[in-house]
């Protein structure tokens, strides 16, 4: 039912979007669907590109420059407590720079990485893996393509700690499927 409504959230997002990309208070929208042992997730979020004087290492059409991301997910842990069925409901909100390898024109093949800061609705305990805190940084590391329609479709690994501010710390892997409309 929660992914449903978070699905609802993604449409009336991309229903919106038009009025946000004429004030250019974004540049994109996305939803993702995440998968990893015992947990799946899903996120619906807006970028802002850099501006164009942040552009690093130009050569050959392609340079290394970047986005602001701001996300909403939703984490649904499938063995909570390490109950087998068990649920575990989250709410998380995010928010990462990232950094993007592309063509200057921003269309075809990219790769990127990203480091940022997640808090939780409560902390996550599912499947052996807790996180003590509801405060967690989310890094991942990507590949994706962008097509002159101006949608994207990227992979990336994402890993959610707490970098050690409190113990346990086990960590959350997971797998993303990205889906984006670029302005």
């Excluded at 059409?61 to 991301?69: E, S």
């Amino acid at each position: 039912m929660q992914m449903k409504k978070l699905f609802a959230a993604a449409t009336a997002l991309l229903a919106i979007s038009p009025a946000f990309a004429s004030d250019k208070l974004v540049d994109g929208v996305y939803g993702e669907f995440s998968s990893g042992s015992k947990i799946r997730m899903g996120h619906v979020g807006v970028t802002k590109d850099w501006p164009s004087n942040w552009s690093w290492f130009e050569s050959n059409g392609r340079h290394l420059t970047g986005y602001w991301d701001a996300t909403l997910g939703y984490w649904e842990g499938r063995q909570a407590n390490n109950v087998p069925g068990a649920k575990q409901h989250i709410v998380d909100l995010g928010f990462t720079p990232v950094v993007r390898y592309e063509n200057v024109s921003k269309k075809g093949l990219y790769a990127e990485l990203g480091i940022g800061a997640h808090v939780l609705s409560h902390t996550y305990n599912n499947n052996d893996d807790r996180l003590s805190t509801a405060f967690e940084f989310g890094d991942h590391i990507g590949v994706g393509y962008v097509f002159n329609n101006n949608w994207e479709i990227g992979l990336k690994y994402q890993h959610y700690s707490n970098g050690g501010i409190k113990k346990p710390n086990s960590g959350v892997d997971v797998g993303v499927l990205r889906v984006s409309y670029k302005f």
